[in-house]
């Protein structure tokens, strides 16, 4: 990077030419600008630019805000430099923090509520009277070993470990997430080949680049990512994208194809047929790093334990995954697949590919996608290597702190009921279908940047639940912004925007590892001027107050004599007696949990947290490539002794944690040339083609990467009907869920919410572009406006997510975006929403809310889908079967109505195609696999073969 062309040395900077407009690090404390408001006079305005980090999506993009010395108002934001991963560089979604700070209708103060749950009154509160209610009851759970009745419920995280530490520390297994409306069916896909659960392609060096979905234009981590395929594309780099819509990704592919949903896998299994016949592979990767011995053993016992006679077994197994097959089953040309084939043999081990959500979100058997993607890079040996497809965990960092609790010995079954051993992660979609079963009950409840009854299918259910006070004792919101959810809840808290709260973040944008650091910058500026501060209320607006000490201070509350053990992981090392504060907390964790860190800060005569404070971001390692083939260390292998199938293990008891040495205590492999590497993360640390532990646990069908046909494949499709598919799971890349509700910038550009229909079918449906349908499916309908356009492939339609928000009459909420709704349940269990006002503009601090022009709010399809959760991944399957046609008499735009007496009837049918634990040796899931709080090998294992729920 230059500024005024001279060279600026920041830490972990790869220079880019274009980089050239930012001021140079050693002004970020004193940088002027003239007021581009008062054009044509100069006035200037000196900043402070303080680094921190985005909060508006997963990336973790780095920004600096620009702090007025006058006034110590934030007048912007862009992009950090210094930072890595997005290398100065932000979407629309970083500059619009600043519309979410200044937000006219932001939450500012402690609300409790008044009158009946759901009525949408509030009052105000302080701190410590809703501290002291929430502790009494956390403790009484705690001391009564109601320990499971403390929950945890996190949308965005927008940190790493510093919640799971706080949970650690209380001895619950509370820790929910959102993962099963995101991401679980490709987590589980990744996860049965290699341990880790999602995958980091090396864009910027690949020679092929094939996605699934639009992750240029939308995709996880799309910031960081774009940079770099449009990088690879200028240096000759082909990309493929397999997607529904013609997307801005599409837009920009050397090969675009459009298959009938569900059928992706097909597509693979073909190309990885067509490399097998053809033996375009990498041999000898194969041989040392799939565990090809156990293919044989269990599916070929008879064949001679040979890795010719291997290949020869699999390329046999694989022919029937023929270009006509999958061209059949995609109803695409079979000249695309084979122009696919060729394109991944011509990127031999530079191979990166990409999938998330999309089709491995969408469909039954949605895993089986992410695995037969997958299965290409395997095959071409690009896993790991330059342009290749690397695991998440080798460039993603958390920084532990050095002082953590001992691992709870509970075990949830809300989350982790034992019909879903193999799901990725907590069954969060079931919770009000669990609790509705008398599976338990909650006392304390928290939804954390979560908004549950509008992001979850099945809202009208969450509703019910919600309102439900013998089912969830206490709701706590702990949210910036007023939300669906938060008007059901008994305490609104509000937490802090991207500039307003102390959070280490990593993510895996390229073969680098950093850590960077989100701090509230209001703060930073005070320090630096000396102006005293009790703690982030006195920093940020109103009594705005930053989760980590809300969680200090809530921690010591519920254990204030320490009799629980819970206050000593939140107590002062220097002052004993006395709360830990967050300048102490993030100097431990600097200091003692950042390889290279103190290093790097004493060079330039700072502490660890000064130099964090400083540039945001510490890179940790560059050009991170083939880590499984890394020597194990002395101390590694101290102690370690090889099984009968070369896995290295130390010793372990059932007291023991699985995350601290793997499973059951393996630390790496030995290879049959003796070399002794760490490998992967899979049970036998190599990269499992064949998984044991879909076999053992009862799915040998799909122990391999294989073809599973979706819910709502082309045969499940009544087309005669006027049935279609619709896709309501794809992301527009200018809003962010509930949040981007206080953004005008975002608002402004994305505020229309039309259903893309293929111009056929509109036709044939004598449906054009404007008018109202009505979309049925399984448990209810919705109206919405119809867009024809060739730009989707026919047979499908699309809804895009994000849109559809709205507030009941009377209730709060963000005027921005939302619409005002009569809200109806009849006594026989069926729910009515209707619109009664759009988007207007109105009155407020900030004179744009006057000048609102769109009126749209959206559908809220969500509401009408049952949960159709995978039985394996646990993913719901978004994709839904529904019948269209032209608008009832009478119906209105975003009108929804459901018959939650239905979408029980869906769930108790998708709990009947699971099959339930325990697994081998009792247990209730396999050792390896990801839990965000991991409690003891003994909490694992079941007292008995009874399942909850049984007789009830």
């Known amino acids: 990077m230059t500024t005024n062309g001279e060279p600026v040395n920041l830490p972990g900077e790869r220079r880019h030419e274009g980089l050239r407009n930012f001021p140079p690090v050693e002004d970020w404390d004193h940088h002027v600008e003239y007021d581009a408001k008062a054009h044509p006079r100069k006035v200037p305005h000196t900043y402070s630019l303080i680094p921190t980090i985005c909060f508006n999506c997963e990336s973790s993009c780095g920004l600096l805000a620009y702090v007025d010395h006058e006034d110590l108002s934030i007048k912007k934001f862009e992009g950090n430099p210094a930072h890595p991963g997005s290398r100065g560089r932000n979407c629309a979604k970083g500059p619009a923090t600043i519309n979410q700070v200044h937000d006219p209708e932001r939450i500012l103060h402690p609300l409790k509520r008044v009158g009946e749950r759901g009525s949408g009154r509030f009052e105000r509160v302080s701190w410590e009277d809703a501290l002291a209610d929430i502790a009494t009851r956390i403790r009484a759970a705690i001391v009564d070993n109601r320990r499971d009745e403390v929950m945890y419920h996190v949308g965005r995280p927008g940190e790493d470990g510093f919640a799971e530490r706080v949970l650690q520390a209380w001895g619950i297994d509370g820790h929910n997430s959102h993962t099963n409306v995101c991401s679980s069916g490709g987590r589980s896909g990744y996860t049965h080949w290699m341990g880790y659960d999602r995958p980091s392609p090396d864009y910027a060096h690949a020679k092929t680049i094939l996605l699934l979905s639009s992750h240029l234009e939308t995709g996880h981590y799309f910031n960081p990512h774009a940079q770099r395929i449009m990088e690879a594309k200028q240096n000759g780099a082909k990309v493929v994208v397999l997607d529904l819509r013609l997307s801005n990704t599409a837009s920009h592919a050397d090969l675009w194809i459009s298959p009938w949903p569900g059928s992706e896998g097909a597509i693979f299994l073909a190309v990885a047929s067509y490399l097998l016949r053809t033996r375009a592979i990498d041999r000898d990767f194969l041989k040392r790093w799939v565990n090809w011995e156990v293919y044989l053993r269990r599916l070929h016992p008879d064949a001679e334990p040979d890795f010719e006679v291997f290949l020869e077994r699999l390329t046999e197994d694989y022919a029937h995954y023929t270009f006509e097959f999958a061209a059949q089953e995609a109803h695409v040309p079979v000249a695309q697949i084979e122009e696919l084939a060729r394109l991944v043999v011509q990127a031999g081990t530079s191979l990166a590919t990409h999938t998330w959500r999309s089709a491995a979100a969408g469909n039954l058997g949605g895993w089986q996608i992410a695995r037969s993607l997958f299965f290409l890079n395997v095959l071409t040996g690009s896993v790991g290597t330059v342009g290749g497809t690397h695991p998440n965990g080798w460039e993603k960092f958390i920084a532990h702190f050095p002082d953590m609790p001992e691992p709870n010995d509970s075990w949830s079954e809300m989350l982790w009921p034992i019909e879903y051993p193999l799901t990725t992660n907590e069954m969060s979609i079931l919770l009000p279908h669990l609790l509705k079963d008398g599976r338990g009950k909650l006392e304390v409840y928290f939804s954390r940047v979560y908004n549950p009854l509008w992001v979850n299918p099945d809202g009208f259910t969450w509703i019910d639940v919600l309102k439900d006070a013998a089912k969830i004792g206490l709701h706590v919101a702990l949210t910036p912004t007023w939300s669906e959810s938060a008007t059901f809840a008994d305490y609104v808290l509000p937490m802090g925007h991207a500039s307003e709260r102390h959070d280490t973040m990593s993510f895996e944008t390229h073969a680098s590892k950093w850590l960077a650091f989100r701090q509230p910058v209001t703060r930073v500026a005070m320090e630096q001027r000396g102006i005293a501060y009790r703690d982030s209320r006195d920093t940020n607006p109103g009594e705005v107050w930053e989760e980590n000490e809300f969680w200090f201070a809530l921690s010591w509350q519920i254990d204030p004599d320490g009799s629980l053990g819970i206050r000593r992981y939140f107590e002062s090392k220097d002052r004993p007696g006395e709360m830990m504060t967050q300048d102490e907390y993030y100097e431990t964790l600097f200091a003692h949990s950042v390889p290279g860190l103190p290093e790097a800060a004493e060079q330039q005569g700072l502490t660890p947290l000064a130099y964090m404070r400083k540039y945001g971001v510490f890179e940790i390692a560059k050009d991170v490539y083939r880590l499984d083939e890394r020597p194990l260390t002395e101390a590694e292998l101290e102690g370690a002794v090889a099984d009968e199938n070369g896995v290295l293990r130390k010793p372990v008891t059932l007291d023991s944690a699985p995350p601290l040495v793997g499973e059951a205590g393996a630390v790496g492999i030995v290879h049959a040339d003796g070399s002794k590497t760490a490998g992967w993360l899979s049970p036998s640390r190599k990269l499992e083609l064949y998984s044991t532990t879909l076999a053992d646990w009862g799915w040998p069908e799909h122990a391999t990467p ?247």
């Open 706 to 952: 294989g073809y599973v046909e979706s819910h709502v494949s082309a045969r499940r499709i009544d087309r005669a009907n006027d049935e279609f598919v619709l896709m309501p799971n794809f992301r527009l890349p200018t809003l962010i869920h509930t949040r981007s509700g206080n953004a005008k910038y975002l608002n402004e550009i994305s505020n229309t919410h039309p259903l893309w229909f293929n111009h056929g079918d509109a036709d044939a449906l004598g449906v054009a572009t404007g008018d109202l349908v009505r979309v049925t499916t399984e448990i209810g309908h919705f109206v919405a406006r119809a867009w024809a356009t060739e730009a989707i492939r026919p047979g499908v339609v699309g809804l895009s997510h994000h849109m559809g928000r709205w507030m009941q009459e009377g209730h709060p909420g963000s005027r921005w975006v939302m619409g005002k709704v009569d809200l109806d349940r009849s006594d026989d269990g069926i729910w009515r929403l209707r619109y009664v006002d759009g988007i207007k503009p109105f009155p407020s601090e900030d004179p744009d809310s006057e000048r609102i022009y769109w009126d749209d709010p959206g559908v809220h399809q969500n509401l009408t889908f049952p949960v159709q959760p995978d039985p394996v991944s646990g993913m719901h399957c978004w994709h839904q079967k529904v019948r269209i046609e032209k608008a009832h008499e009478g119906d209105r735009y975003g009108d929804v109505e459901v018959d939650v007496n239905k979408s029980r009837a869906v769930y108790r049918r998708w709990l009947s195609m699971t099959r339930p634990g325990p697994g081998p040796d009792g247990q209730r899931r396999p050792e390896f696999m990801m839990r965000h709080v991991t409690p003891k090998r003994s909490a694992y294992r079941m007292a008995s073969a009874s399942r909850p729920g049984e007789g009830q």
